[in-house]
């Protein structure tokens, strides 16, 4: 009942123009809409319990999943300095990214190799571009030789910086001066307390190293007036005649990717927080530098899933209003004794496990197998002419279709029931035929339950894997064993998620469609 | 929950002071992949170690098919329920490139060979990542009907026997993934076997595998689960098929079915342990007492008298000794037997890395098309 209703009815006997009132002088309007509002709320607060319960632990979790087919902050968390190096530049005018942005990376890598964070960008980024993985995990193991000379310049003027002490008087004073210092030192500290560590008397990186002597060599001891100035001149001394260490070509002898403009046009693609790239990937399309483009005719592979599942799961719905609605009338209308042991024969199945009723419908639908056996038997096929029935599309429909049924059969069966049978004999008494009565009275009736089945056994269906896995072969297998190859094998979430999140839009807009056409009031499950 | 778990962590050691640091945790999780291997390893490593350890109980899990995920979504939750995973050398690399398993110093925590060798010495190349504790070697290979009326005697010798259909007619069986069978193909197509994976970078060289596999494509099942192979070999469903060597010697050898087997151009793979990345102290040094023991060189070799597969220490080999029930040598059904080994080829988990995901979609597309 709406509000509207309730007021447009209660005005129209109003004699005068003022608001009618309640017993207590406010407008009944108030009065009822507090009423109302009130029941609400008690409503609410007894479905509070399995409200909260469900959306911790079924919509955030299902949320949480699909929210990884957008996110991307793994790239930025990883090379802070690279993403910020890379802002500016251009991939279309310049193939490279600036000097500044080799040095960036170098610094990111070695502080992501000592968290042991580099390999997990590296095969986030090799989804997109083939061979980051590697590229990664080399760069990882030889990052730590790129700065040796300055490494070598320091402990060799001043023996003790060695050792922790200087570095952490350094990093504790965070002189305006060193910025690139402070930068290094607060990495340096948070991964030595994250691994139980003092940063005070843990060995220093080579990263601080290299990052104090490119300050010393920037002349930042001109504005320099903190702690250990006497010594820092000294290293600024003693780091004048050694050569800069020029790092595109130190990223380079690392491994020669680094100089392929595509590693560095994905990783400045891939570089916001957010990406579309997943769900670009899941419609067949790729997104790079040079904006987004379908992928070439033989990499194709979502959309023609998609739609195969959608059709195969139709054709399976489709077969089992064909063999469920003949069984489901016998055991409506049967007397008692048989009908319960239709059940039972309806139920047995519905009770064994998925892939013991799989790998029977294998024995059954094989060439060598039973059904052929019989068939060459009969003499209806020749020995060299067996049947193909299984590892494609037909052994996936068949097998599904058994599986499924009950789910066609149960809701048929509970809205067959409520059928009165008078109705039937009224038709007939009236002159139909049996036809007639049947298509004309009864059937319309178990139309609802039609309805049921249908939704249960779609949706059901359209999620399917293991039995496209295991008979499916390569033309009978869903959507869904891709969504479970990315989750399980090749590790992409964000794919997972992406495919996940268009399958569930797809089945809502089906849902939307159904009760557009079939209205949801209509289906009954008894 | 990952502060609620320190909490806890916190005020029990301080229940316990430093006594509860210093002690092993008495249970300890192994996941492995159940069925005759994970049967063949309770029997090598497990019982025997209980039989010196009596208080220490193990559950199995048998989740190494989808370990990646699960580890993975352990570590997600803050809750880790695994002690010591077996997995492929391949997912091994991927769970230490996720920081999901703990990278080791064989040296160190592993048991030299008895001559004193370091462990890292007597495994060499198959420590193929710093997170893997290799354990056997174990090859794809083909098996083959020896019955089939049509192949008028012959029998299949050589690797490009699966791509002669007009010698050896009938139907095979594959993986339904790029490895292996995209090698394969391309040796088959004459490319040079120390060139299979450059020419595999390029896409013409892909699609020169492709279109060769082409060639069988409608007379190849495609198989996802180990024991498909077998089981389409025993009902004759095919004729020829690719499987891990140790199913083959099961169906043969245990089974006695009419199938021979074909060692050419078997490609190598691993198995081994990984630990899972942020295990508390007491169930590492658990599983670290366990590990120096389960490793060494008579443990492993023990463990090739239930299963065919290659012990991965050198030192192993020369103890490999009979079949625990049937009382055959087993020398001779090893992958790494010299005899089985020309031709054979070790997978490159480095490039499978990097080209899995682009190899296995344009696969997948072409698989579908």
């Known amino acids: 009942m709406s509000d509207q209703s309730l007021t447009s009815s209660a005005a129209a006997p109003t004699p005068s123009n003022g608001p009618m009132l309640a017993a207590d002088g406010t407008p009944l309007k108030k009065s009822l809409n507090r009423a109302l509002r009130r029941q609400k709320t008690r409503a609410l607060m007894l479905i509070a319990p399995l409200l909260i319960f469900i959306l911790v632990t079924f919509i955030a979790p299902i949320a949480d999943m699909l929210f990884r087919s957008v996110e991307n902050q793994i790239v930025s968390e990883t090379l802070p300095r690279t993403v910020v190096a890379i802002n500016e530049w251009e991939p279309e005018e310049t193939p490279l990214p600036p000097n500044d942005a080799f040095e960036a990376i170098y610094r990111d890598i070695f502080v992501a190799a000592e968290e042991k964070t580099h390999t997990r960008l590296g095969s986030r980024l090799n989804y997109e571009t083939t061979g980051i993985s590697s590229l990664f995990r080399k760069s990882g193991r030889a990052v730590d030789d790129v700065g040796?000379?300055?490494?070598?310049?320091?402990?060799?003027?001043?023996?003790?910086?060695?050792?922790?002490?200087?570095?952490?008087?350094?990093?504790?004073?965070?002189?305006?001066?060193?910025?690139?210092?402070?930068?290094?030192?607060?990495?340096?500290?948070?991964?030595?307390?994250?691994?139980?560590?003092?940063?005070?008397?843990?060995?220093?990186?080579?990263?601080?190293?290299?990052?104090?002597?490119?300050?010393?060599?920037?002349?930042?001891?001109?504005?320099?007036?903190?702690?250990?100035?006497?010594?820092?001149?000294?290293?600024?001394?003693?780091?004048?005649?050694?050569?800069?260490v020029d790092y595109r070509a130190a990223m380079v002898e690392v491994d020669?990717?680094?100089?392929?403009?595509?590693?560095?046009?994905?990783?400045?693609?891939?570089?916001?927080?957010?990406?579309?790239?997943?769900?670009?990937?899941?419609?067949?399309?790729?997104?790079?530098?040079?904006?987004?483009?379908?992928?070439?005719?033989?990499?194709?592979?979502?959309?023609?899933?998609?739609?195969?599942?959608?059709?195969?799961?139709?054709?399976?719905?489709?077969?089992?209003?064909?063999?469920?609605?003949p069984v489901a009338f016998l055991m409506a209308n049967l007397p008692m004794r048989i009908s319960n042991l239709l059940m039972i024969f309806v139920l047995l199945p519905f009770w064994t496990s998925l892939l013991v009723r799989t790998s029977a419908w294998k024995v059954l639908l094989q060439q060598e197998g039973v059904i052929n056996d019989l068939l060459v038997w009969i003499g209806l096929i020749a020995d060299d002419g067996r049947l193909v029935m299984i590892n494609n599309a037909t052994g996936t429909i068949i097998a599904m279709t058994h599986i499924l049924l009950p789910f066609m059969i149960l809701p048929l069966y509970s809205v067959m029931q409520t059928i009165p049978p008078s109705y039937v004999r009224a038709a007939k008494s009236l002159g139909a035929t049996n036809w007639t009565a049947f298509w004309r009275v009864y059937f319309p009736q178990s139309v609802p339950g039609i309805g049921a089945g249908s939704i249960l056994v779609f949706i059901v269906a359209i999620g399917y894997y293991i039995t496209p896995e295991l008979v499916g072969g390569t033309t009978g297998v869903f959507i869904s064993n891709r969504i479970a190859y990315h989750i399980s094998t090749s590790l992409n979430w964000g794919l997972a998620a992406a495919l996940g999140s268009i399958l569930l839009v797809v089945v809502l807009i089906l849902y939307w469609t159904y009760d557009r056409i079939v209205g949801i009031d209509n289906v009954k499950l008894g | 929950m990952k502060l609620k778990t320190t909490l806890l962590a916190t005020s029990v050691l301080t229940m316990f002071g430093g006594v509860a640091s210093a002690q092993m945790a008495n249970d300890m999780t192994i996941v492995s992949w159940g069925g005759a291997y994970q049967n063949s390893q309770l029997k090598a490593y497990v019982e025997p170690y209980q039989e010196m350890n009596p208080d220490v109980s193990v559950v199995w899990d048998e989740s190494s098919a989808e370990a990646v995920a699960k580890l993975r979504a352990q570590d997600e939750a803050g809750n880790l329920t695994w002690d010591l995973v077996d997995v492929t050398a391949a997912d091994a690399m991927r769970l230490c490139d996720e920081g999901l398993a703990m990278e080791v110093d064989h040296d160190e925590i592993l048991a030299p060979a008895p001559d004193g060798t370091p462990a890292s010495e007597d495994f060499g190349d198959m420590i193929v990542s710093d997170c893997f504790i290799p354990q056997i070697a174990y090859s794809y290979t083909f098996g083959y009907r020896n019955d089939v009326a049509e192949w008028n005697g012959n029998e299949p010798t050589e690797i490009c026997d699966v791509f002669d259909l007009e010698t050896f007619p009938g139907k095979r069986s594959l993986e339904r993934r790029p490895h292996n069978n995209m090698e394969w193909a391309l040796i088959c197509d004459g490319v040079p076997r120390d060139e299979v994976y450059d020419t595999l970078e390029t896409s013409e060289g892909q699609d020169r595998a492709l279109a060769k596999l082409d060639?069988?494509?409608?007379?190849?099942?495609?198989?996802?689960?180990?024991?498909?192979?077998?089981?389409?070999?025993?009902?004759?469903?095919?004729?020829?098929?690719?499987?891990?060597?140790?199913?083959?010697?099961?169906?043969?050898?245990?089974?006695?079915?009419?199938?021979?087997?074909?060692?050419?151009?078997?490609?190598?793979?691993?198995?081994?342990?990984?630990?899972?990345?942020?295990?508390?102290?007491?169930?590492?040094?658990?599983?670290?007492?366990?590990?120096?023991?389960?490793?060494?060189?008579?443990?492993?070799?023990?463990?090739a008298k239930y299963i065919s597969y290659g012990p991965a220490r050198k030192s192993s080999a020369p103890l490999v000794s009979d079949h625990a029930e049937l009382g055959i040598a087993m020398g001779p059904h090893m992958p790494t037997n010299p005899e089985n080994a020309v031709n054979s080829f070790v997978q490159n988990y480095e490039w499978w890395a990097d080209y899995r995901d682009d190899l296995d979609s344009k696969f997948q597309a072409w698989l579908a098309r």
């Open chain 2, 215 to 303: 060639e069988i494509k409608d007379q190849t099942i495609w198989w996802t689960a180990g024991a498909d192979t077998p089981q389409l070999l025993a009902d004759g469903e095919i004729v020829f098929g690719s499987t891990y060597n140790g199913r083959l010697f099961s169906l043969i050898v245990e089974q006695d079915q009419p199938v021979s087997m074909m060692w050419d151009s078997q490609s190598y793979d691993l198995d081994g342990w990984i630990i899972p990345a942020g295990l508390e102290e007491d169930r590492l040094a658990r599983v670290l007492d366990f590990l120096y023991f389960a490793t060494d060189t008579q443990r492993l070799a023990d463990q």
């Open chain 1, 148 to 244: 040796e000379r300055y490494v070598d310049a320091i402990s060799d003027a001043l023996p003790d910086w060695k050792g922790a002490g200087p570095w952490a008087v350094l990093g504790d004073a965070a002189h305006p001066a060193l910025p690139g210092y402070n930068d290094a030192w607060k990495d340096f500290a948070r991964v030595s307390t994250a691994s139980g560590d003092d940063p005070a008397t843990e060995k220093p990186w080579e990263l601080l190293f290299v990052a104090l002597a490119e300050e010393l060599r920037a002349g930042a001891l001109n504005e320099y007036d903190g702690p250990l100035g006497t010594e820092l001149a000294q290293l600024s001394t003693a780091l004048e005649p050694v050569a800069p």
């Open chain 1, 256 to 325: 020669e990717d680094w100089e392929d403009p595509d590693i560095w046009a994905t990783i400045k693609t891939y570089a916001p927080p957010f990406t579309p790239g997943y769900f670009l990937n899941a419609a067949d399309m790729k997104y790079s530098a040079d904006g987004i483009e379908v992928k070439q005719e033989s990499e194709r592979l979502y959309g023609m899933l998609f739609q195969r599942t959608l059709l195969m799961s139709l054709t399976i719905t489709l077969a089992t209003i064909l063999l469920g609605y």
